[in-house]
């Protein structure tokens, strides 16, 4: 999963495709590494076209990071969002806007 460095303590996650059983753990180590190394977090999965997790997320309590970290979506597909609410994780995040004109991912 592509991430990159966007200033000092600040990096940038970009989800894309299918978050399933498979992809998940990926998508899991990589945000942890992020989180790992730096101070603000930022998740863009506008480009996810399907995401299985709500079955899951019903029964977990939302995770949040580490105290000082801050973690925040943006860019949030409407599917995603409805999944975020219904099953009460959505308070794990703060939600931004979409992405400013002309940013791509970059590769770790």
Known sequence: MPWKTTGPGSCLVVVA???DAVTA???RHALKAAVDQHRSVVVDPGQVMFC???ER?????PRRPAR????RLRAVPHFLARILRLTGTR???SIAPG??????????
Request: glycine share 20%; no cysteine.
């Open 68 to 71: 000082g970290v801050e973690l």
């Open 52 to 54: 299985d997790w709500a």
């Open 25 to 27: 753990y990926d998508a």
């Open 91 to 93: 308070g794990a995040f």
């Open 99 to 108: 992405p400013p004109e002309g940013s791509t991912p970059g590769e770790r």
């Open 17 to 19: 495709g299918e978050l």
């Open 57 to 61: 997320a019903a029964g977990r309590r």
